[in-house]
Every structure is written in structure tokens, then in C-alpha cells.
């Protein structure tokens, strides 16, 4: 478990599973996915979370269920891939309540990713990919200190129109470890109730 200031990072568990269908079926996913919209059935959320319990991606990613600090689940953050040769890790989240979307929740655990990528699984270089449509992302990649390293043109479809893929990359020299960065960022605990 990694404990944040506004999420802990907790094992993916039934909490998160439970309401895994709404979030694959809600507006998060046509963001996670980079434009998709069409609906996924229980059976096959079973099907996939099966057939990744028995890939390869399984023993080389690592997923954590966003738990806020008042115990509520509200999505999932990860590594969806890593090389142990190079050192380097491919991370993704989505926060599947889009109540909690701006409010510094994904920001506090992406540090909380990175920063298990470095000090605890020895990675130098993390790297995320978004489409050029997602402002929160992109927003989120300069928070935390990410270079736009590479743009692929015209790579996602969404709404019926292309948009280019873009891949940032944080290198862990100069990562001034978690705490710096909630300090740097101002993040505090929510002063009020997490959003209904
Ligand atoms: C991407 C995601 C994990 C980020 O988490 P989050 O809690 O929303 O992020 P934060 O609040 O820490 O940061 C988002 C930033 O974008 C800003 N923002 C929000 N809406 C915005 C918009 N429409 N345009 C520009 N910036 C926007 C926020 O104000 C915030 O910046 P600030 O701290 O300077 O105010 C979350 O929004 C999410 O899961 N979205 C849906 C799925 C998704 O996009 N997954 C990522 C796929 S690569």
C-alpha cells in the first residue's frame, strides 16, 4: 500500500472490480482509451480480467486501485508495462468517477506511481501516453514535470475526428522523491468531504 496526501494506492481488489463495469461504460473511457465509445459487457470484463491474470503483461505491470483517503474507490493507476532490462516503465490511470476529475486526486497518485517506479522498482525513465484531446492529461504531465518527447499524427480516432498521440517521459534524474513534489505542487488534504 502507498500511502498519498489526497489517495492511497491499495491492490486492485473486489472494492474496485465491483464497480469496474460503470466505469469501462461512463465517460472516463472514452478518455482512458483515446476515443472509444462502444459498450462492454460484464462477461467480458470477465473474459479480459482472466485472459490478463494469464499474459505476460501480468507478470511485468503492476495496477493499484485509487482508494481516496476517506476510503472511497475511484478508479485504477499503474504500470501497464515494464522492461526490466531498460529500466523503463509504461504507465497508465483513469479515474472512472468523474466527480473526482480536476481535483488533484490523479496528480497525487501519479507522484505515488513514479515515485514507486524509481525508489522501489529501480526504473529510470517512466513514460505515458495521451491524445492530443485530453487537456487534464496534458495539464497533468507539465504538473509533474513530463516532456512531450514524441507526437504521433493523426494515431487516435475520437468523435470522428483524428488526433495525434502524444508520449511524455519523466527520467528519474532530478526526481526530488514524493514529498518535494506534494510540497512543490501546494497538494493538501481535502479540507472538505471528497465530492458525492
Ligand atoms: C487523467 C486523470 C487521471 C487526471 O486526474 P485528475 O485528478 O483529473 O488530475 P488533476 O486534477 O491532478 O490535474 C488535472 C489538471 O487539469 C486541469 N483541467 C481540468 N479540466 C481541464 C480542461 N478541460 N482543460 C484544461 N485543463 C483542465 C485541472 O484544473 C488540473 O490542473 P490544475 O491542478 O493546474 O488546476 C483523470 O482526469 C482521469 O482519469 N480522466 C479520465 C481518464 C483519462 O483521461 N485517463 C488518462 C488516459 S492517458
Not at 41 to 63: D, N, P, Q
Not at 166 to 173: E, N, P, Q
Request: aromatic share 12%.
Amino acid at each position: 500500500m502507498l500511502y498519498g496526501t489526497l489517495v492511497n494506492l491499495v491492490p486492485y481488489d473486489e472494492r474496485f472490480r465491483a464497480r469496474e463495469h460503470d466505469w469501462v461504460n461512463n465517460e472516463s473511457r472514452f478518455w482512458g482509451s483515446m476515443g472509444e465509445h462502444f459498450i462492454i459487457s460484464k462477461a467480458t470484463l470477465k473474459r479480459e480480467y482472466e485472459e490478463w491474470c494469464r499474459s505476460e503483461r501480468h507478470e511485468t505491470g503492476v495496477i493499484f486501485g485509487i482508494l481516496t483517503t476517506d476510503g472511497t474507490p475511484i478508479g485504477g493507476i499503474g504500470i501497464n508495462w515494464l522492461s526490466e532490462h531498460h529500466r523503463v516503465a509504461d504507465l497508465g490511470a483513469v479515474i472512472g468517477e468523474p466527480a473526482y476529475w480536476g481535483g488533484g486526486y490523479g496528480t497525487d497518485a501519479l507522484l505515488l506511481v513514479v515515485d514507486y517506479a524509481f525508489d522501489w522498482l529501480d526504473m529510470r525513465k517512466v513514460w505515458l501516453g495521451t491524445m492530443s484531446l485530453n487537456a487534464r492529461v496534458m495539464r497533468q504531465m507539465e504538473k509533474v514535470g513530463f516532456a512531450l518527447e514524441a507526437r504521433q499524427r493523426r494515431a487516435t480516432l475520437a468523435d470522428g475526428r483524428w488526433h495525434d498521440e502524444l508520449m511524455y517521459g519523466r527520467l528519474r534524474d532530478g526526481w526530488p522523491g514524493y514529498a518535494a513534489m506534494v510540497a512543490a505542487l501546494g497538494l493538501r488534504p481535502p479540507a472538505q468531504p471528497a465530492p458525492e
